[in-house]
């Protein structure tokens, strides 16, 4: 098996959300997909295989932290098209079937990949007792993401004050399927952003996801219906730190970055 490790949303190696990425001729058991993930270690690993011509879709796609499958990955599809295209493998657009569904990725001509994804739904909730302690900030307000994201986003007074989190991320754990995202609205748009996020996932092994394309299914009409335009750009945080692009489009949201190989290599084991 050929193993890929990809930095996906980013123009540059060592940025951005690393992702493994295998493209088999068929999916193992799952335990061996789950040991796997857990020997790449990061936060997402994707496998992959081909379809037979003619269907919905061409390549079956599975997305597994080191702890769990999950729903929906959109830095680890992301760096799987990536692999596709630069390999020659398949050319232009490609249709992935999903536990989301079947999830489009379309190359542009500047380097891009643009992801077609469903727009998570989002319910204003009540900010649960407790989460800020856990998170060592206030939220303004809360709202749940729905089954394919499974998070709680919760807004805060400013920029600074999600780039200034250092959660208690045991306590976080408990308030929703996935983990928390944090968010606010850019402090000076003219830096090329229009809103921050840190995202922290301690339920699927991630203490805090560098670039979360997933997350901005919910951060993009989060922030379509308060900034009054449907095509932003968002700056996730973390360390690694990335940009993602998104145009909401009512039930689908797209999503818009580059990606980098960084590591090829042969899996023995």
Same mark, same amino acid.
């Given at each position: 098996?050929?193993?890929?490790?990809?930095?996906?949303?980013?123009?540059?190696?060592?940025?951005?959300?690393?992702?493994?990425?295998?493209?088999?001729?068929?999916?193992?058991?799952?335990?061996?997909?789950?040991?796997?993930?857990?020997?790449?270690? &990061? *936060?997402?690993? @994707?496998? %992959? $295989?081909? =379809?037979?011509?003619? #269907?919905?879709?061409?390549?079956?796609? +599975?997305?597994? /932290?080191?702890?769990?499958?999950?729903?929906?990955?959109? &830095? *680890?599809?992301? @760096?799987? %098209? $990536?692999? =596709?295209?630069?390999? #020659?493998?398949?050319?232009?657009?490609? +249709?992935?079937? /999903?536990?989301?569904?079947?999830?489009?990725?379309?190359?542009?001509?500047?380097?891009?990949?643009?992801?077609?994804?469903?727009?998570?739904?989002?319910?204003?909730?009540?900010?649960?007792?407790?989460?800020?302690?856990?998170?060592?900030?206030?939220?303004?307000?809360?709202?749940?993401?729905?089954?394919?994201?499974?998070?709680?986003?919760?807004?805060?007074?400013?920029?600074?004050?999600?780039?200034?989190?250092?959660?208690?991320?045991?306590?976080?754990?408990?308030?929703?399927?996935?983990?928390?995202?944090?968010?606010?609205?850019?402090?000076?748009?003219?830096?090329?952003?229009?809103?921050?996020?840190?995202?922290?996932?301690?339920?699927?092994?991630?203490?805090?996801?560098?670039?979360?394309?997933?997350?901005?299914?919910?951060?993009?009409?989060?922030?379509?219906?308060?900034?009054?335009?449907?095509?932003?750009?968002?700056?996730?945080?973390?360390?690694?730190?990335?940009?993602?692009?998104?145009?909401?489009?009512?039930?689908?949201?797209?999503?818009?970055?580059?990606?980098?190989?960084?590591?090829?290599?042969?899996?023995?084991?």
């Amino acid at each position: 098996m050929r193993i890929r490790i990809v930095d996906a949303f980013t123009d540059r190696a060592f940025a951005g959300n690393p992702a493994g990425v295998l493209l088999l001729d068929s999916f193992p058991d799952d335990e061996r997909l789950q040991k796997i993930a857990l020997e790449v270690n &990061h *936060a997402e690993t @994707a496998f %992959a $295989h081909p =379809l037979p011509e003619g #269907g919905e879709a061409d390549w079956a796609l +599975r997305w597994f /932290t080191p702890a769990a499958e999950v729903n929906m990955c959109g &830095h *680890a599809t992301l @760096a799987t %098209a $990536h692999v =596709l295209h630069t390999t #020659g493998t398949h050319e232009g657009t490609v +249709r992935f079937a /999903t536990r989301s569904g079947v999830l489009v990725a379309t190359p542009g001509e500047d380097g891009s990949i643009t992801l077609d994804f469903p727009t998570a739904p989002l319910t204003s909730v009540g900010v649960p007792d407790g989460v800020a302690d856990a998170l060592g900030a206030e939220p303004l307000s809360a709202h749940d993401t729905g089954p394919n994201v499974g998070d709680l986003v919760v807004e805060l007074a400013d920029e600074k004050t999600v780039h200034g989190l250092n959660p208690d991320l045991r306590a976080l754990g408990a308030y929703s399927e996935r983990g928390i995202i944090a968010t606010a609205r850019a402090e000076d748009p003219t830096r090329g952003y229009d809103f921050v996020s840190r995202c922290f996932f301690p339920n699927v092994g991630i203490d805090e996801d560098p670039v979360t394309g997933s997350a901005h299914t919910a951060l993009a009409p989060f922030w379509s219906e308060r900034l009054g335009r449907p095509v932003l750009t968002g700056l996730q945080a973390s360390p690694r730190s990335g940009r993602v692009r998104t145009e909401l489009r009512g039930e689908r949201t797209l999503l818009s970055g580059r990606a980098v190989t960084v590591i090829e290599g042969e899996l023995l084991a």
